[in-house]
Each structure stands twice: as C-alpha cells, then as structure tokens.
C-alpha cells in the first residue's frame, strides 16, 4: 500500500508563490472560416467584434482530464517538483458529473492518494481556485498545491450557434504554488472577489443538472451553454475593472504601478475597455485571445504560460491577475513576477 506523503513539512506560511508553470494546447487550430462556411458569420465579424481568428479544439476522443493531466505535469516539470499535498482542478466541463475530475487527474500525475478536488466558477475558476490553495498553504493544511485550470468547451457549445461556437476554444494551464513570503518574487496577494447568482441565467447549460435532468429533456440545445452575450459583456467589463481596483488596493497597489494586466481572455474587447477604464496602458495588457478564443478557467495561466514564454511578464513585474464569468463570479489577484521561472507549453 501506498501511504500518503507530504512535499514539505507544513507550516503557516505568511504567502503562496509561485514555483511552476505550464499549459497545454490540443495540436488541432480551428480558423474562422471553418464557421464562416457552415453559420452565418464571417472571418471579419469574429475578429473585430472578438478578437478571435483561431482557436484549438480536442478531438472527440479527449477529455477535459487529459488536457489537464498535461498541464499538470509541465506545471510540476517547471517547478521542479514529483509530488505535492493537493490537486484542484478548475473546469466548467468536468469528465462526469461524479466523480470529480481532479482525483483522475492527480492519479494519472502519479499522485494517488492525494487530497483533489473541482472547483466551479466558471471563468473565474482559476482565480478562484489558486485562492483556496494560497488558504490551504497560509494556514499550513498543505505545502505544495497544483492548481490546473483545464476546458473542453466544444464538448458543451451547439455547432450550430454562431453567438457561442466561435468564441470558445479547448485548453489547459497549470501553476505550481507552495509556502513563501509576502515580498518574495513569486508571491501572491490578497484576493478580492464576489458573485451575484441572480445573473445566473447570463452564462448556462439549463439541463443536465439536477434541476432539469437530461433524461427529461427533449431538446438536445437545452445540453449546451447558453450565453446573453451583450448583458455579460456589459457586466465584465464593470466587474473586472472595480475587482482590479479593489485587488489592487488590498495589495497596496497603485493602478499606475501595475506592470502587466492578465485579464481573463473572453473577448478583446472586453480587455480594451478595462484597460482604458483603469488607465492602463495596452502595452502592458498582454493577450493571446486571437490564437486560444475564449477557454473559461484555462485562460489566465493559458496566458500567463504565452506571456512568460515570449518575454512579455518579466521577474519582479508587478502583475495583477483579474477575471469574469458565469455565476457571474468575479476575482482578481497580485502576483510579484518570480525569476528563473521557466514555463513550458
Ligand atoms: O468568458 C465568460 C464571460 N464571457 C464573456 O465575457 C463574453 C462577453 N460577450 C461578448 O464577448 C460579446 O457580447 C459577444 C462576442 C458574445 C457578442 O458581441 P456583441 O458585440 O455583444 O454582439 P451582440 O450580442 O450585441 O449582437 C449584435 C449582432 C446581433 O445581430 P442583430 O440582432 O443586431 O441583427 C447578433 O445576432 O451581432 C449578431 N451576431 C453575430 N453576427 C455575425 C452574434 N454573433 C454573431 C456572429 N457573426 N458570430
């Protein structure tokens, strides 16, 4: 038998940080005129009004836990580590309802026995989820977490609905964090985050769940995501800009000494006026959102894995992390850049 082992010796640690990073794309790139040819759209809507011009999508045979298990293990690879104490997968497109998909997860990590767990907040998820492991790690629960955020959005998006299937892409990003202090490259700051379920309805797949069953459903459209574009467009960009602001100055932080805004990639749009709204300017706003569309929970260390690797976040960079999504959820973190972190994609 295999007992449980620890990475480290836990104690309260005064932060979380930062020690792996790592994301993973399925090889398969989808092009705007491969909906441009069977919806009524067109190359030149999706990329003015999105920002999109190609996106990645698993084939049939893959699950979300496999994007995950690959980011995962590039995650731990970069941080130079073979075990750690938990697994927290954030997914809006689990493998099954149950089990979770972070216990297939960590066993296909080699990480048997450890404590792991979904996390569902939709695009929020991430951010989220590196907040309750930054807890775990505070209060000397665990030493080492790996957070994943993995999506298998074409698995939940109708074909057939030009107002979703261009916009979401399939993909996976990974982060390594364990015990450090406050000032240290690496370290993440306080949180600030919320939700407001009465918006429930903005973002959803109405069935399949316990409210409505699939078994009762006679509409297969009902088993897809269903989105109110223009009302969460509206509501993103109010959110993420007071949340930033508030991450902001829970930190300590002046907006203007921000270096780099990593902004949930849902549409480039949405980032521009955030920008602009906070007064930051967009040379420090990176975004991949052209090549990846819109992957829910695996878009910030999906661009946080890109942006380290093309010189974009830098050591010691003050980062600000900030996301939106169905719920709606909102959260935003800090984040001191690490040095010699070596993403792999
Ligand atoms: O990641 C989680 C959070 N998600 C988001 O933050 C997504 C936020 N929303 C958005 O990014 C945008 O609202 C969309 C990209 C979804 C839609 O863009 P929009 O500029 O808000 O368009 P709209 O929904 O106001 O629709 C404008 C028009 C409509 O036609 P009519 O009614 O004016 O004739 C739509 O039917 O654009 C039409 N439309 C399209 N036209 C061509 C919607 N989708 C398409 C399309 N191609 N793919």
Sequence with gaps: MIFARRSTTPSPAHAARLIGLGAYLPPKKVPNADFAARLDTTDEWIRTRIGIAERHIADPATATS????????????????????????????????????????????????????????????????????????????????????A????????????STAPIFGDGAGAVVLTAGQADEPGALGPTAWGSEGKHADAICIPAGGSRRPSRTVDDLKNQYVHMKGN?????????????????????????QDVDRLIVHQANARISAAVADALGIPPERVPANITHVGNTSAASIPLLLSHAAIDGRLKARQRVLVTSFGAGFTWAATTLLWPVDLQALV
């Design 66 to 149: 496999d994007l995950a298990v690959e980011a995962g293990r590039r995650a731990m690879k970069s941080a130079q580590v073979e075990y750690v104490d938990a697994v927290i997968l954030a997914t809006a497109t689990p493998d099954h309802h149950v089990p979770g998909t972070a216990p297939l997860v960590a066993d296909q990590l080699g990480l048997p026995q450890v404590c792991a767990f979904d996390l569902g907040a939709g695009c929020s998820g991430f951010v989220y989820a590196t907040t309750v492991a930054a807890g775990l790690i505070h209060a000397g629960t665990a030493g080492t977490v790996l957070v994943i955020g």
């Design 151 to 162: 999506e298998k959005m074409s698995a939940v998006v109708d074909p057939a609905d030009r």
């Design 231 to 255: 009302e969460v467009f509206r509501h993103a960009v109010r959110r993420i800009t007071h949340v930033t602001q508030e991450a902001a100055a829970a930190a300590g932080w002046r907006i």
